[in-house]
């Protein structure tokens, strides 16, 4: 079986995001899989998709506050700055953290260790919303 | 065909660990598959899966001394310092390095280039030990 | 269906290289997708692939800069110097960006963001011939 959704994020700050239900609550398909995958991809280039520490906002914000040290908004060596300070550092995140993931499915249900959860790291400062493309494929129950 | 299989790997030290040959070991079906790929999910959100150059011990150090510098123990923007000064920058690791491979296989293996290994990076002091979710799938030979 | 293929891309200097053109050129079996993944693996330890916008130049350049700084050539930590200043940087480097990339096939064609292209990041200076094992699976259209 194949599945593929369009999921749109509503808009949110700078910063890691837990979005883990929303994303499984758009995909009723995933009760129907006995064993397979999904993938999520983010059609953008300055946001990211990652798994992280589910459970302390602490966790997320210190996430957010070492990516933005790393790559630190008008860092010097950047000539790209026609689209304001955050851009290419958002560029930059999004290279290093990645644009997709590949989960397991089993049983019908997203097959995540205990503390993992979906998040997206908004890089910009106003990111608008963002697109996701969803696909999942795998052997059904039957 | 689709295959899934748990693999859990023995606790290690922090540093970066060649597992290539237990992988491929606790995967029998590998031999199995004309064309297809194989996906490994580590279940933790303070340790990684990653290819690396896999012949050089001191490849595997650098790396981890390059990680433990840039995201170093104690780093004063941390605020989750509850579960010991290497839990936080473990997390931020995981995210940047990446919790998942997908990898090639054909003709009955798994084809990395000739200096690919799969690493298991331990970001955690006493990360104890880690379990791996391999799914595998494709054409079978026949 | 499942198409695998080997794509070769020419030797590029260190730095950022949209390659999107040259990929999708290389598989005329995207054609008869109608939903899908495509996988890119890099068969190489110094060399990574990953989406990043497609539009300006610059903005290579800036990603190029700020990997080269994180990561810089002769880093004191580094030990494994017998193969150049620009080895071990191109290992750790492989290591954060990745080496493999999983994009949505529909209808035919790679189904990336307006702004996302495939690119090549060269991190070594004559790194010569790089070689990909595109994996192609999905549904035909009938």
């Known amino acids: 079986m194949w599945e ?14 837990l979005v883990t239900r929303e994303v499984v609550e758009a995909l009723p398909a995933l009760a129907r899989v006995r064993v397979g995958l999904l993938h999520l991809f983010i059609r953008h280039t300055s946001a990211s998709l990652a798994l992280n520490e589910n459970a302390s906002p602490e966790v997320r914000a210190d996430l957010e506050a070492w990516m933005s040290s790393a790559v630190p908004d008008g860092w010097p060596g950047f000539r790209h700055t026609l689209e304001g300070p955050d851009d290419m550092p958002a560029h930059v995140k999004a290279v290093i953290v990645g644009e997709s993931l590949t989960l397991p499915v089993g049983d019908g249900r997203l097959e995540l260790g205990t503390w993992q959860g979906v998040h997206l790291l908004e890089h910009r400062d106003d990111g608008g919303p963002r697109t996701l493309t969803a696909t999942l494929w795998g052997e059904p129950l039957r």
């Not at 593929?4 to 995001?17: F, M, Q, S």
């Open 4 to 17: 593929r959704a369009t999921i749109t994020l509503r808009p949110r700050p700078r910063g890691v995001h």
